[in-house]
């Protein structure tokens, strides 16, 4: 099993609409889990920390479900510059530094 | 705003070369980190630093090998280049304090082996 397993998309949205993705890590013991950002061909950028109690980025919404081991990403009201991947980013077990990063879910908003 | 510079954004080299990427971040960050991202397997760790002159092996650390001899820089070197390792290169820093620390990424190298 991957440590960290995500959809790879691509989800093709209209402007406006809601749309989530989920992901799903394999070790129990992480305790610090991201979401990026990655445009093409451009490198990652740190979206927002994802928090035990979920928390809440303007249109973006992260939570965390422990015992089912898996991590969601909510974006409300899309716009079409939120066309980009979206990496989920969990720490390597036995470590706070080291992270392992997703393959990312491919998002397509369109007019 | 955290600022992490690799020192190109294109390179070609030929088969054989010795190659060095080299990073630079002015965030006082402990940690420094060289990926390498391909089409369908996401980004890979290739070595690790935690501190000036130490390191440690990532996940596909054959084939290369690291200098950290200030904690501003983080070198990858490609000892002899091969095909195999034409790809996105990625250096990354985070800070060694407390836990939930997230890296930040330099604009990335893309390197092309002929």
């Known amino acids: 099993r991957k440590e960290v397993e995500q959809d790879p998309g691509p989800f093709n949205v209209p402007e406006g609409a809601t749309v989530a993705f989920n992901c799903t890590y394999s070790?129990?013991?992480?305790?610090?889990f991201f979401w990026y950002r990655q445009d093409c061909r451009k490198e990652p950028k740190l979206l927002m920390s994802?928090?035990?109690s979920g928390n809440e980025d303007g249109r973006f919404t992260a939570q965390l479900n422990r015992a089912s081991q898996y991590i969601s990403l909510l974006i409300r009201d899309s716009k079409l510059s939120d066309s980009a991947t979206y990496l989920c980013?969990?720490?390597?077990?036995?470590?706070?530094?080291?992270?392992?990063f997703g393959t990312g879910t491919r998002l397509q908003v369109t007019l | 705003d955290v600022k992490v510079t690799q020192s190109s954004r294109y390179l070609v080299k030929r088969t054989g070369e010795k190659v060095f990427l080299e990073c630079v971040q002015d965030m006082d960050h402990e940690n420094m980190f060289w990926y390498r991202q391909d089409p369908g397997l996401g980004l890979r760790l290739i070595y690790f630093s935690y501190d000036v002159k130490m390191k440690e092996k990532g996940d596909i650390p054959e084939g290369y090998s690291v200098s950290r001899e200030k904690k501003e820089r983080f070198s990858l070197i490609l000892e002899s280049a091969s095909t195999n390792q034409t790809s996105m290169y990625l250096c990354a820093s985070s800070s060694g304090q407390g836990n939930n620390q997230p890296q930040h990424f330099g604009d990335g190298t893309r390197l092309s082996i002929l």
């Open positions: 994802v928090y035990s």
């Open positions: 070790n129990s013991a992480s305790q610090s």
């Open positions: 980013v969990v720490n390597k077990p036995g470590t706070a530094s080291k992270l392992t």
